[in-house]
């Protein structure tokens, strides 16, 4: 079988927002590689081992490849993704001198070529992400997340995913409730449950992304812990008007976790107030350096209190507490 691939050269900052175009506009499968260079700092101090080759990627830039049924026009598709990125600078998301390019390819160069890349890696105390088809032998104190994240985004190398997981590692005591908005691969709902949690609500409106958690979920035997739902932010908890029968999680919830980008964040945040208990904690990333003024802002006037924030290059995840 052959595919249409869409090649995008972009900027680091706007890749998680195209991506998202590209997965609205039913891609089968979208592939992301940031610049290698030797000059990018990146956090070893788990003694993660960076293995993707160096490339001629400039610093800050990134190239998407999303690839499409060889029955999609592809011309169709660049017309109607070019607006799209043009319209990001009004977010204050730079797409950069952006360039588009198609290619026709068989399947087996996209669909398996990538997972050379992704090696087991440690990306906190106590967690560390194995792929699948990867032999690894863990320490006594390693908590391993099994991870095959197919189409869908979360392999735990993209900094908003390891400062989630490091900061959920904070965070979780034991025997808490937790939702996952904007799950993806799943993997913040499994690494929540490895920490201790007792449940866990993903949500997603992707269903590649659900298909993808729902099978990494099954791979972790955590199917009785994780439920994963298709659902548009917490949309699922306003159209079960109030009867939970389906949903194990009991909300209001005792944290909120969500890897999303800053604009979407800033939509949902009373939502996110109203489905936490008194005391709870909600984990907001994604959010790119120039939307940090914004977001702490619209958490301070929802009702929630700064209690941390955390840093990885340019990307920022807040810890906020909704007041006793």
Same mark, same amino acid.
């Given at each position: 079988m052959k595919w249409h691939e869409i090649t995008i050269e972009t900027m680091e900052e706007a890749q998680e927002m195209i991506s998202n175009f590209l997965h609205e506009l039913d891609a089968g499968g979208v592939s992301i590689e940031e610049s290698g260079t030797l000059n990018k700092q990146r956090d070893t101090s788990l003694g993660q081992w960076y293995e993707h080759p160096l490339n001629d990627i400039p610093e800050g830039h990134a190239i998407i490849k999303a690839y499409f049924s060889e029955t999609v026009d592809p011309d169709g598709i660049i017309a109607t993704i070019r607006p799209r990125i043009e319209e990001l600078r009004q977010y204050d998301i730079n797409p950069g001198d952006f360039v588009i390019t198609k290619a026709l390819v068989d399947d087996e160069d996209w669909a398996t070529a990538w997972k050379q890349y992704f090696k087991p890696i440690r990306v906190s105390e106590r967690l560390t992400i194995k792929p699948t088809w990867e032999e690894y032998t863990p320490a006594p104190d390693e908590r391993i997340i099994e991870l095959d994240p197919g189409m869908a985004?979360?392999?735990?190398?993209?900094? @908003?995913?390891?400062?989630? =997981?490091?900061? #959920? /590692?904070?965070? !979780?005591?034991?025997?808490?409730?937790?939702?996952?908005?904007?799950?993806?691969?799943?993997?913040?709902?499994?690494?929540?449950?490895?920490?201790?949690?007792?449940?866990?609500?993903?949500?997603?409106?992707?269903?590649?992304?659900?298909?993808?958690? @729902?099978?990494?979920?099954? =791979?972790?035997? #955590? /199917?009785?812990? !994780?439920?994963?739902?298709?659902?548009?932010?917490?949309?699922?908890?306003?159209?079960?008007?109030?009867?939970?029968?389906?949903?194990?999680?009991?909300?209001?919830?005792?944290?909120?976790v969500a890897n999303i980008l800053a604009e979407i964040i800033l939509l949902f945040i009373d939502d996110v107030y109203a489905a936490l208990k008194p005391g709870g904690t909600y984990i907001a990333s994604g959010i790119w350096k120039n939307k940090e003024e914004d977001v702490e802002a619209g958490l301070i006037a929802a009702g929630f209190t700064i209690k941390d924030r955390q840093r990885d290059q340019d990307w920022i995840a807040f810890v906020a507490v909704k007041p006793e």
């Open positions: 985004f979360g392999t735990g190398t993209h900094p @908003t995913t390891a400062l989630c =997981l490091r900061t #959920l /590692e904070s965070v !979780i005591r034991g025997d808490e409730e937790v939702i996952d908005v904007g799950t993806g691969s799943g993997i913040l709902a499994i690494g929540a449950m490895k920490l201790g949690a007792r449940r866990v609500l993903a949500l997603d409106l992707d269903p590649v992304a659900v298909s993808s958690a @729902t099978e990494n979920t099954r =791979l972790n035997g #955590l /199917e009785a812990d !994780i439920q994963v739902y298709l659902s548009d932010l917490l949309g699922i908890l306003e159209s079960n008007n109030g009867q939970q029968a389906e949903i194990q999680v009991s909300v209001p919830v005792d944290v909120v």
